[in-house]
């Protein structure tokens, strides 16, 4: 029996994804950024001159992408990249008074993507959404390999279920 990957949790979770890519897209771009800017003015926004190694970091991104966004974004007045003081190798990104301002907008633009995506959904089932999305998310982060038990790759229903029971529970737990 073939795996039927329409069925599979990845699957939609890979739609899903491609679909708020696709309504990110939408609001972003009434503000004048693409999916993927946002997060630079933000990560801006929570510590203002920050290094493009550093941006690269927290994006999870490679350096010449940083390179480029700083480049479009500093285009649009929304940055300013200036050499450090004491390291002129070491180029530090800061927010203009117009990405400042900008920051405000894709608060507002996040609001209404977070509002549509969630409409249906009461607060129950959104936190629990949430705890299994971190739990997705840890599971597939860099320096996590699973156990290759082909066994498991025909029937992902029926791998670890005290693992899914088990993050089943936590989510029914609350957020904290």
């Known amino acids: 029996m073939s795996f039927n990957h329409r069925k599979s949790v990845t699957f939609r979770l890979t739609q899903a994804a491609r679909a708020h890519r696709t309504r990110a897209g939408v609001h972003l771009g009434r503000i004048g950024l693409h999916p993927g800017q946002e997060a630079v003015l933000k990560a801006l926004a929570d510590d203002d001159g920050r290094s493009m190694s550093e941006l690269a970091a927290i994006l999870g991104v490679q350096p010449p992408t940083v390179t480029k966004m700083i480049a479009r974004l500093g285009a649009q007045d929304l940055v300013r990249r200036e050499s450090s003081a004491s390291d002129g ?88």
């Open 89 to 176: 190798r070491l180029a530090r990104v800061y927010l203009t008074d117009v990405g400042r301002e900008r920051v405000d907008e894709i608060d507002r633009a996040w609001r209404r993507i977070e509002k549509e995506a969630m409409a249906g959904l009461d607060d129950k089932d959104r936190k629990r959404l949430r705890k299994m999305l971190r739990a997705i998310e840890k599971n597939l982060a860099p320096g996590t390999l699973p156990d290759d038990d082909p066994a498991d790759a025909d029937e992902p229903e029926a791998a670890e279920p005290a693992v899914h029971a088990a993050i089943l529970a936590e989510a029914e737990g609350g957020l904290h």
